[in-house]
């Protein structure tokens, strides 16, 4: 009977990562697949990252980088060699970029080198094949080039199932933290004197946006940024071996919570919500951004007020202009032509997701030429405004590296722009019928908080080693930078239900937090306040006949991740010979500290929003664990298409012109709560 089990999850597995089967044994199951033990695999993850601007620290990966050949037995690989030997060719031809360079994967020619060896790594049959690629690469390649083919590597490669990518703030302290940091680990390690090195954010109190700057450099929400875009990446084809399911609607997903998340803190701090980025008017705020390349110099910073300029061998504003007024088009006629000159009618729930694919624009695009890349080509854009035609040679922007975005204040400015483009095509959408929305036989009785909403500044320390090199023979000192991070108390949603159905039904509870109020204490109303809605969490629950009293706890929200785990905690737990840490597989997620929004001293009011739709209508997978726990609202399942058939944001996400449909419908029901914010800041 057990092999009989065993068998059936070897057939799910592949494709689904998160599943919890501790009662059957992870490490041996999944040695049996890639060829290793995950703690020897995990362990060589680790040592391929630690001090990536050295050459490597461990011998067997020494051996590997000195003496492997990666075309020596092409049987390793699925194409039979065909992606390696295109490498190898680029790397004979000295087409490479140098090592001790800066890595923007916004440069085509760089993105295209880290891909060659992600596309070797895709093609590795075995873990032996990919590690020993990994080491010797690692060794001839860019390492930012490297660090990103072996990031989505082990993220898409059925081999890298069971490993925790380390923290990226701790393998590249550089894109996260600034330079005053930096110059400090550097002068400690000089001195050989340990150092603990508070980071500050950027800014001084004479500017407004430095209140906010929490939020946009927190670490957690960086490593959520970045790890999003190399779980969904714009060049993602399905010939590495799935489909990415709804990509182009979770890229608008991802990106309008993080902007109305953004707003919420904004009003929490009594400052206006964003305003659009616009093609004609200046960039209202500049920013220093106090970061320092590993090598490469300080990123370049940009003053207020300044006009939007060509940025030569990228694009004209005017070209910016004709891609978005093409988009407008498309949306107004409510149909895309792709690039045969085929109508593709997006008047319904599905045309969310190809107008995310054309505004990315991602490989999923049906017409780049003729829609553009409008997101990517922005980001290029805003990074390269200070210094538009390369006068002073100064390197990419924080723009151009998704680690790094949030960080410029324009960022928000830039994905408010986005975001009221894809919010047209919403309202462009017939609103929301009764019947499209009710849940016949369920009623919300009851909704509210146990526990009190209530978020605080903590210190957090990570790890700085990584920043500074070593030599052999010379030990390392502990050099750590602390930083304040927002968090809150722990706390429950609490609802009673009342299924009137004769049997039991499978309900999926949809949870928001809508501000009340704009900055000017103006009252949200449906029409305009259903936008700026947080998604809390969603998850599915069976309900019995009668009454059904439901308690969520905020750590098991599906639109967060818990604390990523330190790199030297993922090193000790490999070396220690049995590693199983899959709650902490996937980063892509909202950090759990950072569910609710900052809040105010004496509170600040938004409304809860709970909607109990039907779960036989709305969950994709019939079989299985109904709640698949992880961070599917806004990552998805890996490799499984995304579990909820809705559109992302429903029922609210279309326009609201009659308020009665909503309180008319018994399965939906809001409250008002406070958000307390204790402390100083
Ligand atoms: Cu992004």
């Known amino acids: 009977m057990k092999v009989f089990v065993l068998c059936v999850l070897v057939a799910s597995a592949a494709a689904w990562p998160s599943?919890?089967?501790?009662?059957?044994?992870?490490?041996?199951?999944?040695?049996?697949?890639?060829?290793?033990?995950?703690?020897?695999?995990?362990?060589?993850?680790?040592?391929?990252?630690?001090?990536i601007y050295d050459?490597?620290?461990?011998?067997?990966?020494?051996?590997?980088?000195?003496?492997?050949?990666?075309?020596?037995?092409?049987?390793?690989?699925?194409?039979?060699?065909?992606?390696?030997?295109?490498?190898?060719?680029?790397?004979?031809d000295h087409r490479f970029l140098e090592q001790h360079h800066w890595f923007s994967l916004f440069n085509e020619r760089q993105r295209e080198e880290a891909l060659m060896l992600f596309e070797v790594f895709m093609q590795c049959k075995e873990w032996d094949c990919a590690v020993k690629n990994a080491a010797y690469w690692r060794?001839?390649?860019?390492?930012?080039?490297?660090?990103?083919?072996?990031y989505t590597a082990v993220i898409h490669s059925?081999?890298?199932?069971?490993?925790?990518?380390?923290?990226?703030?701790?393998?590249?302290?550089?894109?996260?933290?600034?330079?005053?940091?930096?110059?400090?680990?550097?002068?400690?390690?000089?001195?050989?004197?340990?150092?603990?090195?508070?980071?500050?954010?950027?800014?001084?109190?004479k500017n407004k946006e430095q209140r906010v700057a929490y939020f946009g450099e927190d670490i957690g929400m960086n490593v959520h940024h970045v790890t999003w875009h190399m779980d969904?990446?714009?060049?993602?084809?399905?010939?590495?071996?799935?489909?990415?399911?709804?990509?182009?609607?979770?890229?608008?997903?991802?990106?309008h919570q993080l902007t109305v998340r953004f707003d919420s803190e904004r009003l929490s701090n009594y400052l206006d919500m964003v305003d659009e980025l616009q093609w004609e008017k200046p960039i209202e705020e500049g920013f220093a951004p106090h970061t320092i390349y590993k090598y490469g110099g300080e990123f370049p910073a940009r003053p207020d007020h300044i006009q939007f300029e060509d940025v030569d061998g990228v694009a004209r504003v005017r070209d910016m202009i004709i891609m978005e007024s093409r988009i407008h088009d498309a949306i107004a006629h409510g149909y895309i032509t792709d690039k045969d000159g085929k109508v593709i009618d997006i008047m319904n729930d599905k045309g969310i997701d190809k107008l995310g694919d054309i505004i990315e624009s991602s490989m999923y695009s049906p017409n780049v030429q003729y829609y553009g890349a409008l997101h990517n080509l922005a980001h290029i854009m805003l990074g390269r405004q200070g210094d538009p035609h390369g006068k002073y040679n100064m390197p990419p922007g924080v723009m151009e590296h998704f680690e790094t975005a949030t960080r410029d204040p324009a960022f928000f400015r830039l994905h408010k722009y986005m975001d009221n483009i894809f919010k047209e095509h919403k309202d462009s959408l017939h609103p929301y019928t009764h019947e499209d929305i009710d849940f016949p036989g369920v009623d919300i009785e009851s909704l509210g908080i146990e526990g009190e909403l209530k978020t605080y500044f903590e210190h957090y320390e990570f790890d700085l080693r990584n920043a500074v090199d070593s030599a052999e023979g010379i030990t390392d000192v502990e050099l750590k930078a602390h930083v304040d991070r927002l968090n809150h108390k722990d706390f429950s949603f609490v609802a009673d239900v009342k299924n009137n159905n004769g049997g039991e039904v499978l309900g999926t509870?949809?949870?928001?937090?809508?501000?009340?109020?704009?900055?000017?204490?103006?009252?949200?109303?449906?029409?305009?306040?259903?936008?700026?809605?947080?998604?809390?969490?969603?998850?599915?629950?069976?309900?019995?006949?009668?009454?059904?009293?439901?308690?969520?706890?905020?750590?098991?929200?599906?639109?967060?991740?818990?604390?990523?785990?330190?790199?030297?905690?993922?090193?000790?737990a490999a070396d220690s010979g049995s590693f199983d840490m899959h709650e902490f597989e996937r980063s892509c997620g909202i950090p759990n500290r950072m569910l609710l929004p900052k809040g105010k001293r004496d509170g600040m009011e938004f409304s809860l929003w709970l909607a109990v739709t039907d779960g036989k209508h709305d969950l994709t997978h019939s079989n299985g664990d109904p709640e698949h726990g992880g961070t599917h609202a806004l990552c998805g399942v890996h490799g499984e298409v995304y579990p909820d058939k809705r559109p992302m944001g429903f029922p609210l996400d279309r326009s609201i012109p009659d308020r009665r449909v909503f309180d008319e419908t018994t399965n939906i029901k809001f409250t008002h709560v406070k958000v307390y914010h204790e402390g100083h800041h």
Request: glycine share 8%; proline share 5%.
């Open 19 to 51: 599943f919890s089967f501790e009662s059957l044994s992870l490490d041996g199951f999944q040695s049996d697949a890639s060829g290793a033990p995950l703690a020897k695999r995990q362990q060589d993850v680790n040592h391929l990252l630690w001090k």
């Open 55 to 92: 050459n490597l620290h461990f011998d067997d990966l020494k051996g590997y980088a000195s003496s492997f050949n990666p075309e020596g037995d092409t049987s390793m690989y699925k194409d039979g060699g065909e992606a390696v030997h295109h490498l190898v060719k680029e790397f004979k």
């Open 139 to 150: 060794e001839h390649m860019n390492e930012g080039e490297f660090v990103y083919a072996l």
């Open 158 to 205: 059925d081999l890298g199932h069971g490993i925790v990518l380390p923290p990226l703030y701790e393998v590249t302290p550089h894109m996260f933290t600034n330079s005053e940091v930096i110059q400090k680990a550097y002068t400690a390690k000089m001195t050989h004197t340990p150092g603990n090195f508070h980071m500050e954010f950027t800014g001084t109190k």
């Open 232 to 255: 969904f990446p714009f060049w993602w084809e399905d010939k590495y071996g799935h489909h990415l399911d709804r990509k182009g609607e979770l890229f608008f997903w991802v990106h």
């Open 509 to 572: 509870f949809r949870l928001y937090l809508c501000p009340d109020y704009d900055n000017n204490g103006e009252k949200f109303d449906y029409t305009n306040g259903h936008w700026h809605c947080i998604e809390m969490d969603k998850f599915w629950k069976k309900l019995a006949p009668g009454n059904n009293h439901i308690v969520r706890k905020s750590s098991e929200s599906s639109v967060t991740i818990p604390d990523v785990p330190s790199f030297q905690s993922l090193i000790d």
